[in-house]
């Protein structure tokens, strides 16, 4: 059953060095406090899965904490690029970064078929393009009953899944909704997670379209006011664009980064509870 615990215990106790860790939210509800306390402890040679990489991967990239990155898109949303990862592809720049990319249809595929417990999911996905070629885990199958030539992708289970929600009660229940993305099946495809709340309730009221996470599907609860910025929870946050601009102009620069990391995430003023502003 899930425990709820500080941010900095529930990273503490889940996440390792090496392990493989998913961090999901679609424009909506991102991890980035968690992320955040991930490089505050200083987290290496992790193989981060996103869907959409973005300002919360390009500070673990640019923070040193990854080896590996698979994903489907990657890009400062609505911006640009993400300067910290490309320099960490191009120049090997704090440590060289391997990338293992599928299409969104792939991933989401894949974290349903390790929330399934199955080995690989089935879709018509990937053909005709040269991705298939580029990752050891994409295979083409030939149905047994039609004999379609179609593509198997292997299963996704994460060490750790983290995600952000609205809200948990004090057993441990989770529930968000508005843009839910893949949320619900990463965390069931993985071996740990982690879940961020804005607060914690006495009962679970009923949302439209809400996704209730029970308890025992989650490791640690942690509650992080804010937790999401600079993206949003529906009825808590709004997105803080701005800062996605902001970011363009820190990540450019190495000397810039760093001293973000500097006064941000490891100095004395840092907010160790939500996400710096």
């Keep these: 059953m899930a425990e709820i615990v500080s941010l900095a215990t529930a990273v503490e106790r889940t996440i390792h060095d090496g392990d493989t860790v ?9 991890p980035h406090a968690a992320g955040r306390e991930v490089i505050r ?3 290496r040679d992790l193989t981060l899965v996103r869907m959409t990489p973005d300002v919360i991967y390009d500070q673990l990239i640019g923070a040193g904490c990854a080896r590996k990155l698979v994903f489907s898109w990657g890009g400062n949303p609505g911006v640009g690029s993400l300067h910290r990862f490309r320099d960490a592809i191009e120049n090997s720049w704090p440590v060289p970064l391997d990338i293992e990319e599928h299409s969104h249809a792939g991933m989401a595929n894949r974290y349903a078929a390790g929330a399934a417990g199955l080995p690989f999911a089935v879709l018509r996905g990937y053909r005709g393009t040269g991705l298939a070629g580029l990752a050891g885990n994409i295979s083409e199958i030939t149905c047994p009953f039609t004999g379609e030539r179609l593509t198997a992708v292997a299963a996704l289970n994460p060490d750790v ?4 929600a609205q809200r948990a009660d004090r057993a441990g229940n989770v529930q968000l909704w508005g843009i839910t993305g893949v949320q619900k099946e990463a965390v069931l495809a993985a071996r740990r997670s982690v879940v961020t709340v804005e607060e914690i309730v006495s009962e679970l009221d009923p949302r439209p379209g809400a996704v209730v996470l029970p308890a ?6 942690a509650v992080a006011p804010g937790g999401a910025h600079p993206s949003y929870a ?17 990540s450019r620069d190495r000397e810039a980064f760093t001293a973000w990391l500097e006064a941000e995430v490891f100095g004395a003023g840092a907010d160790r509870v939500g996400a710096s502003r």
């Design 234 to 250: 529906l009825d808590y946050s709004v997105r803080d664009n701005d800062f996605y601009v902001a970011w363009d102009a820190i």
């Design 22 to 30: 998913a961090m999901e939210g679609f424009t909506h509800l991102i």
């Design 161 to 164: 899944t983290v995600v952000h």
């Design 216 to 221: 025992w599907t989650v490791s640690y609860v």
């Design 41 to 43: 402890q200083r987290r």
